[in-house]
């Protein structure tokens, strides 16, 4: 089962910020929280991870608790374009990853 | 870099048919993971190669094969197929480095129809 709780549908206004949360309170300390998307029928696309300290790239941001028990993945001006399925993953780089149901964004004009 | 490619897109098999399908991993990448996914469902984990071995197993049956080249390609073999075998078949790639298997990269996916 998926160690990770996140809303089932979120919606956004295009152009403005898109904080998507995730609950993971059982993680355990060598466990990262990876995020990943899922266009409609596409593979899915690596976003972001961290293990303890906020992370930032190209794509998001990822702010995680001091407790690690949860996170927001935060895409900053949100398009059209991402529109999409995003999962919330605790991964400890052993091999598999084990997705949930994840939350579907839908980003409106 | 071309990123990780699969082969075919989609792919149209009757009951009780065998398939095989292709993945090409990213460049730099040793190790290959495959998953399943349903309709509207998130992937599910089948099986994992590295080495030419099979390194983890996920709860799929026999029927469900692998191998893996030198070359890191891999390719996914499903046996006797049943209607609930349709499904994405999606193959990630990444690479271990000591003892960790760094972030996995998917290619496009596989449709697979069973009629």
Redesign the interface.
């Known amino acids: 089962d998926a160690k990770t709780t996140q809303p089932t549908s979120m919606d956004c206004a295009e152009g403005r910020a898109a904080n998507l949360p995730c609950n993971h309170s059982t993680i355990s300390g060598n466990e990262y929280v990876y995020w990943y998307r899922q266009i409609h029928s596409q593979g899915p696309q690596y976003i972001i991870h961290g293990l303890k300290n906020n992370e930032t790239n190209e794509m998001a941001s990822l702010i995680i608790t001091e407790d690690r028990k949860s996170s927001t993945l935060i895409l900053p001006h949100a398009t059209l374009r991402d529109t999409a399925v995003y999962y919330c993953i605790v991964y400890n780089q052993g091999g598999k990853l084990i997705f949930g149901q994840g939350t579907e964004l839908s980003v409106k004009p | 870099d071309a990123g990780?490619t699969q082969s075919p897109t989609h792919l149209i098999k009757t009951r009780g048919q065998q398939v095989t399908l292709r993945c090409s991993p990213k460049s730099g990448h040793d190790t290959v993971?495959w998953?399943q996914q349903a309709l509207g469902?998130?992937?599910?984990?089948i099986f994992?190669y590295y080495e030419e071995e099979e390194?983890?197993r996920?709860n799929f049956p026999d029927r469900f094969s692998g191998h893996q080249f030198p070359n890191y390609s891999s390719e996914l073999n499903v046996n006797a197929l049943l209607l609930g075998d349709s499904a994405?078949y999606?193959c990630?790639s990444s690479q271990l480095f000591l003892g960790?298997?760094?972030?996995?990269?998917?290619?496009?996916?596989t449709?697979l129809l069973v009629l």
């Open positions: 990780v993971s998953y469902q998130g992937p599910q984990f994992q390194r983890q996920g994405l999606l990630a960790r298997l760094e972030t996995q990269y998917f290619g496009p996916g449709r």
